[in-house]
């Protein structure tokens, strides 16, 4: 995954704005950062929650100038304090992105790191397979995932949607 994640980064060296970092053994946190990372203009990068693997800072050390800003996907449980430590040691700027769970860190993604958007994509957060392809759909319309508990939105996200305008779609 990690390696896969690396490969994936097609930036020229330093051509990164920013990068979107999340853990590599759960995927929730990185299906709100695919459009995060579309929008920042950086590669979603992935690492073990305990440390910062060696092959992703290789990574944000060729496509992201020093000074720029990593955002970490999730609380400490996700990435822990030392992979903030290590990206800020590295040189590089860090913007924590999270919440209690998947659904209030896909809701933080959304506000603090996306902004305003125009379209959110609606899907599972206890499966991949719908969450993915909205992924890349949000990041192509400069629009964010949101996960939902199944068939059930979480109180928060149902707060969000009624308190904004947004196209929202079911996925």
Not at 5 to 19: M, Y
Not at 107 to 121: F, P, T
Not at 123 to 150: M, N
């Amino acid at each position: 995954r990690v390696e896969t994640a690396v490969l994936s980064s097609f930036f020229t060296d330093g051509g990164a704005r920013s990068v979107v970092l999340a853990r590599s053994d759960q995927y929730a946190d990185s299906l709100s950062g695919a459009a995060l990372a579309a929008a920042k203009d950086g590669p979603l990068l992935l690492t073990p929650t305990a440390a910062l693997d060696p092959r992703t800072l290789a990574e944000i050390r060729r496509c992201l100038p020093e000074g720029g800003t990593v955002y970490l996907l999730g609380g400490t449980d996700a990435l822990s304090t030392a992979v903030e430590g290590a990206v800020r040691d590295a040189g590089y700027a860090t913007s924590r992105l999270g919440g209690a769970d998947r659904f209030a860190t896909s809701l933080a993604v959304l506000e603090q790191g996306l902004g305003s958007v125009s379209d959110v994509l609606l899907a599972t957060g206890h499966g991949f397979a719908d969450a993915l392809p909205a992924g890349a759909a949000a990041g192509a319309v400069g629009g964010a995932v949101l996960l939902t508990d199944g068939g059930v939105l979480p109180p928060a996200v149902s707060s969000w949607l009624s308190s904004h305008p947004a196209a929202v779609y079911a996925v």
